[in-house]
């Protein structure tokens, strides 16, 4: 068109036509996301929420009115026909977390919506389709049985303290006989499964489906196989794994001898699914799981646990089993195996397990031993996939190890406890390249034995898995330390991701402690898109809660652990609060705040002393002991009281329960709740704060820091308090010596009240205890105990992100300056005001936010200050810049513009605030 119009319009106004033209191209519509998911299939949630982003390079791009249509086929949709719904015009900024507000959906259906936005140069814009489908809503719909192989073989040992249980191996053939427009496969198998259409894997999830209180619910996934299924005849398979739901343990009734904590079982494995078929006039049928199906235990996977490993003997491989014409006369008719009453059958809400990195080591050398040690260069949490090549009945075993034995050829395994993390291959004699399916390792290293000859690195691939969420967060500074730290956080993170949060990957553990996310869940936020595995472990969180009101420190509560203690389950209060803030999730707390407000009350009924809640049970765990061997501290100055740690917890769970309440509406229990919490102010001064000599209980930093942190100190007390926690830390050589309960308010402690230089010695300490301790020793992931290196194997895990505190936190909103607003949260606004410490010449950071990219980078130069910011379309900063006259700041080249205003920075010193729309922008400040 515009080359037409040469010929009638004059040069300039045509070069302003192609400007606008190209001008309206700059606003788009994208990453549209159903319940915060690219890719929803099958979910029962009725009323989804619904999000998009806008990209733009343009300053001040603003959303004012967007339209949603939602329809029931791509045709409807491109037609513009919202039949399921056309919101209209909405006059309204809100791009995240739109209800659904149309008809109600019915079980298998498709939804295809696309979303209209107004921008604030009157622009509209239309996104490019997207769609998600609906599972099955009522239990009526599943004409699935649940089957399995309800018994156990000669080989199956579940007497033994060391369970062994096979694999069941089961499937069906069934045919197509109409033209097939699709086939969705809706499946669950507890503990784990993989399911084969036609001799091929389905789906690309490890590990399925995700955990959860067994008995409470049991998750279904959605998974699309019409690639899978021919015309004719066709065969299902499906191989069930053991995962949590069979106990790896089995003590007989008693607690584990070695934690004294009892281990939780739930009957053996057993499988669900419902194969919908639908064909192009119009019809469907589904394949179930039922009485026609058989089953053998006696398949290759003969062995399989998370604690130790799997065992594979390919000379009892089924060929074509999940094929058709696969004889399955020798194999057994299944067993239905229902569910015990109550137990729900739902929709996966998270995202499942997956490959998420495929790595080569970095070295393979030979041991005296005859065996082989893999070095991947980096703690991962995974397995690998091995080339073997070997004689009929030859075993290849491989087991795995976070360290070396010092100064040895040889794996260390202390510190693995019971877990016997190895995999074993027994060959057929056909050349293979072999991985486990229903186990994972925490390690760097690999001992292979077995092998006639060495092998090759690229023989050797190993496989990183973890939920499959969005790394969002980039970090680097003109530190070192700091940037190793940051690394082996975001490895250590990943690594503990499993539809749930784990402490460790490793040992015979991996388990869910509420303790370890209390605050760390905050500092993840920066690197991960983790709220939808919050979300969900809310949920566990909720299921494994007792009529009572009591919590568990562990869930899913697959150790029983009931201590009703204060601080670790208080992550059930602080967690929605992250949501809300990071993500703009305030669902989470309406669905839990029921949940909690029954914990809160059930804690003040049954453990209330003089108006304080006292209980505790772990301390402040890990506070770093006085010498290199030892896991607990017992010097009686480092320890803080358990009592003032619980008492102080429970007062900063009822600050935010008030407020969770008011912001519900419910305002008696906001009223309730602040009537508590100004009783146990009261009481806790009364009993904890020795006013003479301004400190708390012993005065450790952890006594001090608390009461502080969480607006307990009398306000003209703040300094002198203050004052204190600077000296007890001058008397550990400016080191940390606070445990997990006082780190998770650290380093924001320490910036917030004047002591930013402080936060950065530490953060850049390289000597015992430290971040950088660690990293001196060589470490790759971020360890269980300040001293991992030398302490007691028996609690020594090399991947454990618990010793993070609120490290992350700082780096992000106090270095980076990169904080969301606490009211137009998920970074709608963004507070960026930097700390800026001697010795640090740069920061560069980035956050992939609801809203888009974020980033800031600063570094210092001759000159003064040199600050590059992007906000993304539809937010919006306020920026703090280390000036006190606006004629010192420059933007791109240029007086500034902006409006500014006085302000204070994290470092208490003056500052000058420029508000900001989107765009791109460098500002300068002159010294």
Same mark, same amino acid.
């Given at each position: 068109?515009?080359?037409?119009l040469?010929?009638?319009?004059?040069?300039?106004?045509?070069?302003?036509?192609?400007a606008?033209?190209?001008?309206?191209?700059?606003?788009?519509?994208?990453?549209?996301?159903?319940?915060?998911?690219?890719?929803?299939?099958?979910?029962?949630?009725?009323q989804?929420?619904?999000?998009?982003?806008?990209?733009?390079?343009g300053?001040?791009?603003?959303?004012?009115?967007?339209?949603?249509i939602?329809?029931?086929?791509?045709?409807?949709l491109?037609?513009?026909?919202?039949?399921?719904?056309?919101?209209?015009?909405?006059?309204d900024?809100?791009?995240?977390?739109?209800?659904?507000?149309?008809?109600?959906?019915?079980?298998y259906?498709?939804?295809?919506?696309?979303?209209?936005?107004?921008?604030?140069?009157?622009?509209?814009n239309?996104s490019?389709?997207?769609?998600?489908?609906?599972?099955?809503?009522?239990?009526?719909?599943?004409?699935?049985?649940?089957?399995?192989?309800?018994?156990?073989?000669?080989?199956?040992?579940p007497?033994?303290?060391?369970?062994?249980?096979?694999?069941?191996?089961?499937?069906?053939?069934?045919?197509?006989?109409?033209k097939?427009?699709?086939?969705?496969?809706?499946?669950?198998?507890?503990?784990?499964y993989?399911?084969?259409?036609?001799?091929?894997?389905a789906?690309?999830d490890?590990?399925?489906?995700?955990?959860?209180?067994?008995?409470?619910?049991?998750?279904?996934?959605?998974?699309?196989?019409?690639?899978?299924?021919?015309?004719?005849?066709?065969?299902?398979?499906?191989?069930?794994?053991?995962?949590?739901?069979?106990g790896?343990?089995?003590?007989?009734?008693?607690?584990?001898?070695?934690?004294?904590?009892p281990?939780?079982?739930?009957?053996?494995?057993?499988l669900?699914?419902?194969?919908?078929?639908t064909?192009?006039?119009?019809?469907?049928?589904?394949?179930?799981?039922?009485?026609?199906?058989?089953?053998?235990?006696?398949?290759?996977i003969?062995?399989?646990s998370?604690?130790?490993?799997?065992?594979?003997?390919?000379?009892?491989?089924?060929?074509g089993?999940?094929?058709t014409?696969f004889?399955?006369?020798?194999?057994?008719?299944?067993?239905?195996?229902?569910?015990?009453?109550?137990?729900?059958?739902?929709?996966?809400?998270?995202?499942?397990?997956?490959?998420?990195? $495929?790595?080569?080591?970095?070295?393979?050398?030979a041991?005296?031993?005859?065996?082989?040690?893999?070095?991947?260069?980096?703690?991962?949490?995974g397995?690998?996939?091995?080339?073997?090549?070997?004689?009929?009945?030859?075993?290849?075993?491989?087991?795995?190890?976070?360290?070396?034995?010092?100064?040895?050829?040889?794996?260390?395994?202390?510190?693995?406890?019971?877990?016997r993390?190895t995999?074993?291959?027994?060959?057929?004699?056909?050349?293979?390249t072999?991985?486990?399916?229903?186990?994972?390792h925490?390690?760097?290293?690999?001992?292979?034995?077995?092998l006639?000859?060495?092998?090759?690195?690229s023989?050797?691939?190993?496989?990183?898995?973890?939920?499959?969420?969005?790394?969002?967060?980039?970090?680097t500074?003109?530190?070192?330390?700091i940037?190793?730290?940051?690394?082996?956080?975001?490895?250590?993170i990943?690594?503990?991701?499993?539809?749930?949060?784990?402490?460790?990957?490793?040992r015979?553990?991996?388990?869910?402690?509420?303790g370890?996310?209390?605050?760390?869940?905050?500092?993840?936020s920066f690197?991960?898109?983790?709220?939808?595995?919050?979300?969900?472990?809310?949920?566990?969180?909720?299921?494994?809660?007792?009529?009572?009101?009591?919590?568990?420190?562990?869930?899913?509560?697959?150790?029983d652990?009931?201590?009703?203690n204060?601080?670790?389950?208080?992550?059930?209060?602080?967690?929605?609060?992250?949501?809300?803030?990071?993500?703009?999730?305030?669902?989470?707390?309406?669905?839990?705040?029921?949940?909690m407000?029954?914990?809160?009350?059930?804690?003040?009924?049954?453990?209330?002393?003089?108006?304080? $809640?006292?209980?505790?049970?772990?301390?402040?765990?890990?506070?770093?002991?006085?010498?290199?061997?030892?896991?607990?501290?017992?010097?009686?100055?480092?320890?803080?009281e358990?009592?003032?740690?619980g008492?102080?917890?429970?007062?900063?769970?009822?600050?935010?329960?008030?407020?969770?309440?008011?912001?519900?509406?419910?305002?008696?229990?906001?009223?309730?709740?602040?009537?508590?919490?100004?009783? $146990?102010?009261t009481?806790?001064?009364?009993?904890?704060?020795?006013?003479?000599?301004?400190?708390?209980?012993?005065?450790?930093?952890?006594?001090?820091?608390?009461?502080?942190?969480?607006?307990?100190?009398?306000?003209a007390?703040?300094?002198?308090?203050?004052?204190?926690?600077?000296?007890?830390?001058?008397?550990?050589?400016?080191?940390?010596?606070?445990?997990?309960?006082?780190?998770?308010?650290?380093?924001?402690?320490?910036?917030?009240n004047?002591?930013g230089?402080?936060?950065?010695?530490?953060?850049?300490?390289?000597?015992?205890?430290?971040?950088?301790?660690?990293?001196?020793?060589?470490?790759?992931?971020?360890w269980?105990?300040?001293?991992?290196?030398?302490?007691?194997?028996?609690?020594?895990?090399?991947?454990?992100?618990?010793?993070?505190?609120?490290?992350?936190?700082?780096?992000?909103?106090y270095?980076?300056?990169?904080?969301?607003?606490?009211?137009?949260?998920?970074?709608?606004k963004?507070?960026?005001?930097?700390?800026?410490?001697?010795?640090?010449?740069?920061?560069?950071?980035?956050?992939?936010?609801?809203?888009?990219?974020?980033?800031?980078?600063?570094?210092?130069?001759?000159?003064?200050?040199?600050?590059?910011?992007?906000?993304p379309?539809?937010?919006?900063?306020?920026v703090?810049?280390?000036?006190?006259?606006?004629?010192?700041?420059?933007?791109?080249?240029?007086?500034?513009?902006?409006? $500014?205003?006085?302000?204070?920075?994290?470092?208490?010193?003056?500052?000058?605030?420029?508000?900001?729309?989107?765009?791109?922008?460098?500002?300068?400040?002159?010294?």
């Open positions: 068109m515009i080359s037409s040469k010929r009638v319009i004059p040069a300039a106004l045509l070069f302003t036509l192609i606008c033209s190209s001008q309206r191209q700059l606003v788009e519509v994208k990453d549209l996301t159903v319940e915060g998911r690219t890719d929803l299939p099958g979910t029962g949630i009725t989804p929420r619904l999000s998009w982003k806008l990209a733009g390079d300053r001040d791009i603003t959303q004012t009115a967007y339209q949603v939602v329809a029931s086929s791509a045709e409807n491109e037609a513009g026909k919202g039949d399921l719904w056309d919101s209209g015009l909405v006059q900024g809100r791009s995240l977390n739109i209800r659904y507000a149309g008809k109600s959906p019915v079980s259906q498709s939804c295809f919506w696309k979303v209209r936005v107004v921008t604030s140069d009157k622009k509209e239309w490019k389709p997207a769609s998600w489908t609906v599972g099955l809503l009522d239990s009526t719909d599943w004409k699935a049985k649940w089957i399995g192989l309800d018994g156990f073989n000669p080989g199956d040992q007497e033994s303290t060391f369970t062994r249980l096979a694999a069941r191996y089961l499937r069906k053939d069934f045919s197509v006989e109409k097939l427009v699709s086939a969705t496969a809706y499946i669950s198998g507890v503990g784990l993989e399911l084969y259409l036609n001799g091929k894997k789906g690309e490890v590990l399925a489906p995700t955990v959860a209180e067994y008995n409470k619910r049991v998750f279904y996934n959605t998974i699309d196989v019409t690639s899978l299924v021919k015309d004719g005849q066709n065969a299902v398979g499906v191989i069930l794994g053991n995962g949590r739901y069979f790896m343990r089995n003590y007989h009734g008693q607690p584990d001898p070695l934690t004294q904590i281990q939780v079982t739930y009957g053996l494995p057993r669900l699914l419902q194969l919908r078929l064909y192009n006039d119009g019809s469907s049928a589904v394949i179930v799981s039922d009485e026609s199906w058989k089953v053998s235990d006696q398949g290759p003969f062995a399989n998370e604690f130790d490993g799997e065992d594979y003997d390919a000379r009892r491989e089924f060929s089993w999940s094929e014409g004889n399955a006369a020798a194999w057994k008719p299944v067993n239905l195996m229902p569910l015990p009453a109550g137990v729900q059958v739902e929709s996966q809400p998270n995202e499942g397990i997956r490959i998420k990195e $495929v790595r080569k080591p970095i070295a393979v050398t041991t005296k031993r005859g065996t082989y040690i893999v070095d991947m260069g980096q703690n991962m949490v397995w690998i996939a091995l080339k073997i090549k070997a004689g009929a009945g030859v075993t290849v075993s491989m087991r795995f190890a976070e360290t070396m034995k010092k100064n040895t050829d040889s794996i260390y395994l202390d510190n693995m406890r019971k877990a993390v995999d074993n291959y027994t060959s057929n004699g056909t050349a293979v072999w991985e486990p399916r229903f186990t994972y925490g390690f760097r290293y690999v001992e292979i034995s077995g006639p000859s060495a092998p090759a690195i023989d050797i691939e190993g496989k990183v898995i973890y939920d499959d969420i969005a790394s969002t967060g980039t970090f500074t003109s530190d070192s330390t940037n190793q730290v940051f690394k082996n956080a975001w490895w250590t990943r690594g503990n991701y499993r539809g749930m949060p784990t402490d460790c990957p490793q015979d553990e991996r388990v869910g402690w509420l370890d996310r209390v605050i760390s869940s905050y500092g993840e690197l991960f898109d983790n709220s939808r595995i919050y979300a969900k472990w809310l949920d566990d969180i909720h299921d494994s809660q007792k009529d009572n009101g009591s919590i568990p420190d562990i869930a899913p509560s697959y150790w652990r009931y201590s009703d204060v601080t670790y389950p208080s992550a059930y209060i602080l967690i929605p609060e992250m949501l809300r803030k990071q993500f703009g999730d305030t669902l989470s707390l309406h669905k839990q705040y029921p949940g407000k029954k914990w809160m009350m059930y804690m003040w009924n049954t453990y209330r002393e003089n108006d304080l $809640v006292l209980k505790d049970t772990y301390g402040d765990w890990c506070v770093p002991p006085e010498r290199l061997d030892m896991i607990w501290s017992n010097d009686p100055n480092r320890i803080t358990g009592g003032l740690l008492s102080a917890y429970y007062f900063y769970c009822l600050t935010l329960m008030a407020q969770y309440a008011e912001a519900l509406g419910l305002t008696a229990d906001a009223a309730e709740f602040s009537a508590i919490a100004a009783k $146990v102010n009481a806790f001064n009364k009993k904890y704060y020795n006013a003479e000599k301004k400190s708390y209980a012993n005065n450790t930093v952890t006594a001090n820091l608390l009461p502080l942190s969480f607006g307990l100190v009398p306000a007390d703040k300094a002198a308090v203050f004052a204190n926690i600077r000296g007890r830390l001058k008397e550990f050589d400016d080191h940390v010596n606070s445990g997990i309960i006082g780190g998770m308010w650290l380093m924001r402690g320490l910036t917030d004047g002591a230089d402080l936060a950065y010695r530490l953060a850049t300490n390289k000597t015992y205890p430290s971040w950088g301790y660690m990293v001196e020793k060589g470490a790759t992931t971020i269980e105990l300040w001293n991992g290196d030398a302490a007691n194997p028996m609690m020594n895990s090399g991947n454990h992100q618990m010793l993070l505190g609120d490290l992350l936190i700082w780096y992000y909103e270095l980076a300056g990169i904080k969301t607003d606490a009211k137009e949260v998920a970074f709608k963004v507070i960026m005001n930097p700390y800026f410490p001697e010795g640090l010449n740069f920061v560069n950071a980035s956050l992939d936010t609801k809203y888009g990219m974020v980033k800031s980078e600063w570094k210092k130069t001759d000159a003064g200050l040199e600050w590059n910011i992007t906000i379309p539809n937010a919006s900063a306020d703090y810049l280390p000036a006190t006259a606006k004629e010192n700041i420059m933007e791109n080249g240029k007086a500034i513009s902006q409006q $500014v205003q006085a302000g204070r920075g994290v470092d208490g010193k003056d500052k000058l605030v420029v508000h900001i729309g989107s765009g791109s922008y460098q500002f300068t400040v002159k010294k």
